[in-house]
């Protein structure tokens, strides 16, 4: 079975560091394109970073500097530092474009309090 499943989100002070993973089941996490994006309340999902199939990374400009996404075979990760409350969202980790169509996880809740 093809699944992404998130986990590390919980509740950490403004200023403060998470890590996110993502596991995943069915996938080849190391040589696919992966992706973190987020969802705050009454906002649109966003990207937040990515890392393509050759390792490259890219980031969205207000995570650029304080955010770092990495992977293994199996689990994608996003390293979080200097958290604000912006930060604030719901993080989904998704594989696009697989042969199955896209694929996200169920989604973690990151809340950054001030």
């Known amino acids: 079975q093809v699944r992404l499943v998130e986990s590390g989100g919980g509740l950490v002070q403004a200023g403060g560091s998470l890590r996110l993973s993502c596991a995943a089941s069915?996938?080849?996490?190391?040589?696919?394109?992966m992706a973190w994006y987020r969802q705050a309340p009454g906002k649109q999902r966003e990207l937040v970073a990515m890392i393509y199939r050759g390792g490259a990374t890219t980031y969205a400009n207000s995570t650029a500097g304080r955010f770092t996404i990495s992977r293994d075979s199996a689990t994608l990760y996003l390293q979080m530092n200097s958290l604000n409350a912006d930060d604030t969202a719901v993080y989904y980790c998704?594989?696009?474009?697989?042969?199955?169509?896209?694929?996200w996880g169920q989604g973690t809740q990151v809340t950054v309090s001030s």
């Open positions: 069915g996938l080849f996490v190391s040589i696919m394109n």
């Open positions: 998704k594989a696009p474009n697989t042969k199955w169509g896209d694929l």
